[in-house]
């Protein structure tokens, strides 16, 4: 159980310390944050108390996540909303790194009607320019996404044209993804047969590379497969299912990788529940 590394999205209510501290009580070893509230462009400022409390109990913890508010669009065609997103990633990075975070994960953003190919140059823009301001300590992940609309991320092809575009012009930025097992159901990848599971990891393998993948977000999906939709549901309740999750264990690739819950909190003991569907697929794997 030591080397299973999993955590959860954890509400910072009362101050991010208590999100680490929370995750400790429930026995994850990882957990994730949003260092503010993800729905406010102009959110409180996370106090020095609160980062010194953090990394007091950084020790206890093997990997820290800090999710991207929502509101910030990398990619948007709109010049006033695009510098409100490079200016709040900018800030948000600094905080992240101020907690000694390993990871910082963003949605890749929408084009609107601009295009996917003006798309993914804003955004590739935005990276730059973000990372030529301010080159994080922690590593950068652009999420899988279940490809609705115009959002970019849908695809593998799409995250390995912007890192590939970002590594031409900032060769050392440390950038990767991250793998949402809904999203990626609800973009048509069917992981409850091992055989699609086998093609997404070749998939990999011939966009992104596999060193890039670095934390799966595990959640099992209320949507069926294929339908762009996004909607969280607990570990084995939902369309995926325990096949699913086991069929994603089974590859060492993604075993050894974080395993970060961001399933409905239904009641107090839905993340100690999750987090225990998770561990009997790992333990029964590695016992087997
Ligand atoms: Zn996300
Ligand atoms: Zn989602």
Redesign the pocket.
């Known amino acids: 159980m030591k080397n299973f590394l999993v955590g959860a999205h954890m509400s910072v209510a009362g101050g991010i310390h208590l999100a680490i501290e929370r995750a400790i009580n429930y026995g994850f070893n990882c957990l994730q944050i949003f260092t503010h509230s993800p729905r406010l462009w102009n959110a409180k400022k996370i106090s020095q108390k609160e980062i010194t409390l953090f990394n007091e109990f950084k020790s206890e913890i093997r990997c820290v996540v800090v999710?991207?508010p929502y509101l910030p669009n990398l990619a948007s065609p709109d010049k006033t909303i695009l510098d409100k997103s490079i200016n709040t990633v900018y800030n948000d990075l600094i905080v992240a790194d101020e907690i000694n975070a390993d990871f910082y994960?963003?949605?890749p953003g929408s084009h609107k009607k601009s295009g996917v190919d003006n798309g993914i140059q804003t955004l590739t823009n935005s990276l730059i320019n973000i990372f030529r301001n301010y080159p994080p300590n922690l590593t950068f992940l652009l999420?899988t996404m279940p490809g609705a609309g115009a959002t970019i991320g849908g695809s593998l092809n799409e995250l390995a044209r912007v890192i590939n575009n970002v590594h031409s012009k900032l060769p050392n930025v440390k950038i990767g993804i991250?793998v949402?097992t809904a999203?990626v159901f609800a973009a048509g990848i069917d992981i409850r047969n091992e055989t699609a599971v086998d093609d997404f990891i070749s998939d990999i393998s011939k966009t992104v590379g596999r060193t890039a993948v670095k934390i799966v977000?595990s959640n099992d999906s209320f949507e069926p497969l294929a339908s762009k939709k996004d909607r969280h549901n607990h570990i084995g309740k939902g369309e995926i299912g325990i096949k699913g999750f086991e069929n994603m264990m089974k590859k060492s690739l993604f075993r050894k990788l974080p395993w970060i819950l961001?399933t409905p909190k239904s009641n107090e003991n839905s993340d100690i529940e999750n987090k225990t569907a998770l561990m009997n697929i790992y333990n029964n794997l590695i016992n087997s």
Do not use: L
Request: proline share 0%.
């Open positions: 999710h991207a994960v963003i949605h999420e991250c949402d999203h977000h961001e």
